[in-house]
Nanobody, 134 residues
Framework: QAQLVESGGGSVQAGGSLRLSCAVSLYSYTGGCMGWLRQPPGKEREGVAAITVHGGRTTYADSVQGRFTISRDNAKNTVHLQMNSLKPEDAAMYYC???????????????????????????WGQGTQVTVSS
């Protein structure tokens, strides 16, 4: 069973930046996509950004396009999310997600809005809190 280990997150003022990282602890990971979803208080989990493991094609939610950048390091099975120009509405619990080996690119489809988090049946991180003060 894969484990997703997240790091980063925290509190920042509006306009500031944060960087999230996520490592998949699975030898020879072959999932289709890795990415980030977030869940604001009282709301459903929503896609933020995703990247194909092979090819590095990225997908972003409209709300973060131009401000967030996702990248990956396949040698380390790691994905990063650089978040710039943060807004109070970006505050949420952020979850790393990774398609199961041999599956995908379901997480990319979730971020693109053509699939649900439940349908993706992905591996999930424990979540890391991002707080943005105005």
């Amino acid at each position: 069973q894969a484990q997703l280990v997240e790091s980063g997150g925290g509190s920042v003022q509006a306009g500031g930046s944060l960087r999230l990282s996520c490592a998949v602890s699975l030898y020879s990971y072959t999932g289709g996509c890795m990415g980030w979803l977030r869940q604001p208080p009282g709301k459903e989990r929503e896609g933020v950004a995703a990247i194909t493991v092979h090819g590095g094609r990225t997908t972003y939610a409209d709300s973060v396009q131009g401000r967030f950048t996702i990248s990956r390091d396949n040698a380390k099975n790691t994905v990063h999310l650089q978040m710039n120009s943060l807004k109070p509405e970006d505050a949420a619990m952020y979850y790393c997600a990774a398609d199961r080996s041999g599956w995908g690119p379901r997480i990319c489809q979730v971020v693109a809005g053509t699939g649900s988090p439940q349908w993706a049946n992905a591996h999930w991180g424990q979540g890391t809190q991002v707080t943005v003060s105005s």
